[in-house]
């Protein structure tokens, strides 16, 4: 039976153990929950920058296309063919991102409309039925790339520069493009007017006027303040350069209807049209630098994400491996001392056995001062109390009776 002093010893041994266990459970639990957070979240953001990266492709090869489209409308604006081969192309290009991303932007059908209007323009006509087609089609295409815009989250990116340098990219510059040749198209064609029609475009001229400049001034302001919100520090020398090209070019274009609206002579299409080149050129440069750089800080926050899933898991693989250590060490002691008790005390010797004992001492016994007689066969003749008998008189001195 277990004694009091014996079960205080045994109790404690318990209670740490207990104690331990628990301390064990509830360190497992806190780093697990930890880390399903972490991984949620970590996953959501990956995802939310993945889809903006298809964003950005998509937009990449809608650019091209806008260009093409805006070169084939002054083409036939000016009385010549449109250049056919160079907007085939940036149809086929956009028809291959469609068939990639289609399934995550829901663009499918938005393009089948686009490239179905692109298809039936016409490749030369009046000035006022050309823009009239093409305005058509632009507007559709800045319809799908506002539809890529909201789809990819490119609208609510989290990061200030990111954001900027999105609605800069995918809304503003795109928007100049348009207005930019709407604005040349209407002052080439009204050229060749009378006087009385030109007063009626005139007002279409004053309003893609107007659009281009806030364009202009908007991106300008996109620019400045994702430059401003940004740490990189090659952001600023990369887009400034450009934006400052594209501006220049703009400011040309915009005083080339004075003396249409003073009334002072005509307008000089030929340098209406080399303003537009020149713009035309500084846009496609802007358009690419800028979806370059969104491009890159998304790559950047995705590497910057695998990091901290590979923290994620360190944080919750090392505890795991601490919490192992002392139950592996139990299990190990455990082992130890089972194997110790199928061994001899001494290694080496072996163990006490028969042949091994010492030899037994031998046993003095005393002898008997009283030894017994032997009993004899038959019982002896009673004996008489004769004096004369030594062992009567033995008895005598002692003073036993007769």
């Given at each position: 039976?277990?004694?009091?002093?014996?079960?205080?010893?045994?109790?404690?041994?318990?209670?740490?153990?207990?104690?331990?266990?628990?301390?064990?459970?509830v360190?497992?639990?806190?780093?697990?929950?930890?880390?399903?957070?972490?991984?949620?979240?970590?996953?959501?953001q990956?995802?939310?920058?993945?889809?903006e990266?298809?964003?950005?492709?998509?937009?990449?090869?809608?650019?091209?296309?806008?260009?093409?489209?805006t070169?084939?409308?002054?083409?036939?604006?000016?009385?010549?063919?449109?250049?056919?081969?160079?907007?085939?192309?940036?149809?086929?290009?956009?028809?291959?991102v469609?068939?990639?991303?289609?399934?995550?932007?829901?663009?499918?059908?938005?393009?089948?409309?686009?490239?179905?209007k692109?298809e039936?323009?016409?490749?030369?006509?009046?000035?006022?039925?050309?823009?009239?087609?093409?305005?058509?089609?632009?507007?559709?295409?800045?319809?799908?790339?506002?539809?890529?815009r909201?789809?990819?989250?490119?609208?609510?990116?989290?990061?200030a520069?990111?954001?900027?340098?999105?609605?800069g990219?995918?809304?503003?510059?795109?928007?100049?493009?348009?207005?930019?040749?709407?604005?040349?198209?209407?002052?080439?064609?009204?050229?060749?007017?009378?006087?009385?029609?030109?007063a009626?475009?005139?007002?279409?001229i004053?309003?893609a006027?107007?659009?281009?400049?806030?364009?202009?001034?908007?991106?300008?302001?996109?620019?400045?303040?994702?430059?401003?919100?940004?740490g990189?520090?090659?952001?600023?020398?990369?887009?400034?350069?450009?934006?400052?090209?594209?501006?220049?070019?703009?400011?040309?274009?915009?005083?080339?209807?004075?003396?249409?609206?003073?009334?002072?002579?005509?307008?000089?299409?030929?340098?209406?049209?080399?303003?537009?080149?020149?713009?035309?050129?500084?846009?496609?440069?802007?358009?690419?630098?800028?979806?370059?750089?969104?491009?890159?800080?998304?790559?950047?926050?995705l590497?910057?994400?695998?990091?901290?899933?590979?923290l994620?898991?360190?944080?919750?693989?090392?505890?795991?491996?601490?919490?192992?250590?002392?139950?592996?060490?139990?299990?190990?002691?455990?082992?130890?001392?089972?194997?110790?008790?199928?061994?001899?005390?001494?290694?080496?010797?072996?163990?006490?056995?028969?042949?091994?004992?010492?030899?037994?001492?031998?046993?003095?016994?005393?002898?008997?001062?009283?030894?017994?007689?032997?009993?004899?066969?038959?019982?002896?003749?009673?004996?008489?109390?004769?004096?004369?008998?030594?062992?009567?008189?033995?008895?005598?001195?002692?003073?036993?009776?007769?």
């Amino acid at each position: 039976m277990m004694t009091a002093g014996a079960r205080l010893p045994w109790r404690g041994r318990q209670f740490g153990t207990v104690a331990r266990g628990l301390l064990l459970l509830v360190l497992t639990v806190s780093v697990t929950v930890l880390f399903s957070i972490v991984w949620q979240s970590v996953g959501e953001q990956s995802a939310f920058a993945t889809l903006e990266r298809d964003g950005v492709r998509y937009i990449q090869a809608l650019g091209p296309l806008e260009i093409a489209l805006t070169d084939a409308e002054a083409a036939a604006v000016n009385g010549g063919s449109a250049a056919h081969e160079p907007l085939a192309r940036a149809v086929d290009a956009v028809a291959v991102v469609d068939n990639e991303l289609h399934d995550q932007l829901g663009t499918q059908d938005r393009w089948n409309g686009l490239r179905t209007k692109i298809e039936s323009l016409p490749v030369e006509g009046t000035g006022a039925a050309v823009i009239a087609a093409y305005g058509g089609a632009n507007d559709l295409l800045l319809a799908l790339m506002d539809k890529i815009r909201n789809t990819s989250k490119l609208i609510r990116d989290p990061a200030a520069d990111t954001y900027y340098l999105e609605d800069g990219a995918a809304q503003e510059l795109p928007e100049g493009i348009v207005a930019a040749a709407q604005y040349t198209d209407l002052l080439v064609s009204v050229a060749g007017l009378p006087v009385a029609d030109q007063a009626k475009v005139l007002v279409d001229i004053t309003s893609a006027r107007s659009d281009l400049a806030s364009n202009a001034h908007d991106l300008s302001d996109d620019v400045r303040l994702a430059v401003e919100g940004t740490g990189s520090k090659s952001l600023g020398s990369a887009l400034l350069t450009k934006l400052d090209r594209f501006n220049r070019s703009t400011d040309n274009l915009v005083p080339l209807v004075s003396p249409l609206l003073d009334g002072k002579g005509g307008i000089d299409a030929a340098k209406v049209v080399r303003a537009r080149d020149e713009m035309q050129s500084a846009a496609a440069e802007l358009s690419a630098e800028l979806l370059t750089q969104i491009d890159t800080a998304l790559n950047d926050r995705l590497s910057s994400l695998s990091q901290r899933r590979l923290l994620a898991i360190g944080t919750l693989v090392v505890p795991a491996l601490l919490a192992l250590v002392p139950i592996g060490s139990a299990l190990m002691a455990r082992r130890r001392r089972g194997t110790t008790k199928g061994k001899p005390d001494r290694p080496g010797t072996p163990p006490p056995g028969p042949s091994h004992q010492a030899p037994a001492q031998p046993v003095t016994v005393p002898p008997n001062p009283w030894p017994l007689e032997p009993v004899p066969a038959q019982w002896p003749e009673p004996r008489t109390h004769d004096a004369s008998n030594p062992e009567y008189a033995r008895w005598e001195r002692f003073g036993a009776p007769q």
